[in-house]
């Protein structure tokens, strides 16, 4: 149980394209799911959260503007970086919590390695 | 504010001997505490996790951590390496209380990338 699942698990894109990137809790209800940014050798680092019916809260020093997150449904999230460069390049490792657990455990997808050109 | 610190970025050991990574917290209240493993290019699985209760918890893959809240400490062990285990291990911790925009965060500390030697 307690799978997370993100697609597409890697994506090239052109600098200027939008990269839509889907988070889905397959066996369980995520009222809350977490986007992080991972670079080369460095620990996570949270981009936003993501609750399910309301606007995302995000960390300081990130743009809402370019990271669109969207989390339409309980088991379904979507992070859309817009008008991607260069330098949004990265791998993008979404989280979910299960909305009846007490411990605030976070079960993680698989990541999205993003490589804009 | 939380924070977590791995000491050691790199640890290396030989095929069969003790692994030890550790992970020390600062906290205003005991914390929630997680290890997490992460293979390239993969996302995070959880190996154990301390909320409450019996202060050593033992977690997948023989690994286990005891939870020492006069040194805020929650240290990694497995008493045999193998060589599967060489991977990035993350320390994490939560708080218990936080609520709004902190509710349910997990805080990070910088990894630590075991090797294992034959």
């Known amino acids: 149980g307690a799978v997370v699942s993100q697609h597409p698990s890697w994506v090239i894109c052109k600098s200027g394209t939008s990269v839509k990137i889907e988070c889905r809790s397959l066996?369980?209800?995520?009222?809350?799911m977490f986007w992080y940014r991972q670079f080369p050798k460095q620990s996570l680092m949270l981009m936003a959260t993501s609750n399910e019916g309301s606007k995302a809260t995000y960390e300081q020093g990130v743009e809402k503007d370019k990271f669109l997150i969207n989390h339409a449904s309980l088991t379904l999230s979507t992070l859309t970086v817009t008008s991607a460069h260069p330098e949004d390049s990265s791998f993008y490792i979404c989280s979910a919590r299960d909305w009846t657990d007490s411990y605030n455990e976070q079960f993680f997808g698989p990541g999205t390695r993003l490589t804009v050109l | 504010a939380q924070s977590v610190t791995q000491l050691g970025s790199h640890v290396s050991v030989s095929e069969g001997a003790l692994v030890l990574l550790r992970c020390n917290y600062s906290?205003?209240?005991?914390?929630?505490l997680f290890w997490y493993v992460q293979y390239p290019n993969q996302g995070l699985q959880l190996l154990l996790k301390y909320t409450t209760g019996a202060t050593l918890v033992k977690g997948i893959n023989g690994f286990e951590a005891e939870f020492k809240k006069s040194e805020t400490s929650f240290h990694l062990t497995k008493p045999s390496a193998h060589m599967s285990d060489a991977a990035e291990y993350f320390c994490a911790v939560s708080d218990p209380n936080a609520g709004g925009t902190s509710y349910g965060k997990l805080t990070f500390g910088q990894g630590t990338i075991l090797t294992v030697h034959p």
């Open positions: 066996d369980f209800q995520a009222t809350t």
């Open positions: 906290s205003s209240v005991p914390p929630y």
